[in-house]
Nanobody, 129 residues
Framework: VVQLVESGGGSVQAGGSLRLSCAAS?????????MGWFRRAPGKEREGVAV??????????RYASSVEGRFTIFQDNSKNTLYLEMNTLQPENSAIYYC???????????????????WGQGTQVSVSS
């Protein structure tokens, strides 16, 4: 059973930083794996924030244009923990952030568009002005 457990959310003032973590377990080592961060703000649809391919294929990593240059997605050496470093946070970045994992056979962009098999429970990020 694949499990994704997020942590690191919280409340921060505008201009501050947070680092989210996602611990993945149960994913087969011999299967292609894409992992990424998505978010859902109140009243809005879920959107892709940043995604990567474990083996750096398909233009990995990719970022939403609104976060490029401020957010960084990376994985640890074991490639079982995913991180999202978020800098210069703004109130519009407030949302529930979800970790996701998928074989992404259809490509990294389709994964960025939200086509994912496995999802975490989410962690709340709140940015005050």
């Amino acid at each position: 059973v694949v499990q994704l457990v997020e942590s690191g959310g919280g409340s921060v003032q505008a201009g501050g930083s947070l680092r989210l973590s996602c611990a993945a377990s149960g994913y087969p080592d011999n299967r292609r794996k894409c992992m990424g961060w998505f978010r859902r703000a109140p009243g809005k649809e879920r959107e892709g924030v940043a995604v990567l391919d474990r083996d750096d294929r398909d233009g990995s990593p990719r970022y939403a244009s609104s976060v490029e240059g401020r957010f960084t997605i990376f994985q640890d050496n074991s490639k079982n923990t995913l991180y999202l470093e978020m800098n210069t946070l703004q109130p519009e970045n407030s949302a529930i952030y979800y970790c996701a994992a998928d074989p992404c056979w259809a490509g990294l962009q389709r994964f960025m568009d939200g086509e994912s098999t496995f999802w975490g429970q989410g962690t709340q990020v709140s940015v005050s002005s």
